[in-house]
């Protein structure tokens, strides 16, 4: 499995991408083998695609989030 951290690029945000790998990779899956952490940029279909994956699992902020991302499930399944 891998977890795939998306690398801002002029977000204001808490930690950046190399803090929140490092935070993901130490406090929930130290002992997890076949887990990966990794930064990436672009688009996560794109990304999922270059890694072979089946699916992708992706977290939401907040309830807004779910509207966006139910229309960028619509657009991926064309």
């Known amino acids: 499995m891998?977890?795939?951290?998306y690398e801002e690029s002029n977000q204001n945000v808490l930690f950046s991408s190399s803090?929140?790998?490092n935070l993901i990779s130490e406090s929930i899956i130290p002992d997890k083998k076949n887990v990966?952490?990794?930064p990436f940029s672009g688009l996560a279909?794109?990304?999922a695609k270059s890694l072979g994956a089946k699916f992708i699992l992706r977290g939401l902020r907040a309830g807004f989030d779910f509207e966006l991302e139910?229309?960028?499930?619509?657009?991926?399944?064309?």
């Open 36 to 38: 990966n952490v990794v």
């Open 45 to 47: 279909v794109e990304f």
């Open 70 to 78: 139910f229309e960028m499930a619509l657009m991926w399944k064309k």
């Open 19 to 21: 803090e929140r790998v």
């Open 2 to 5: 891998t977890v795939a951290v």
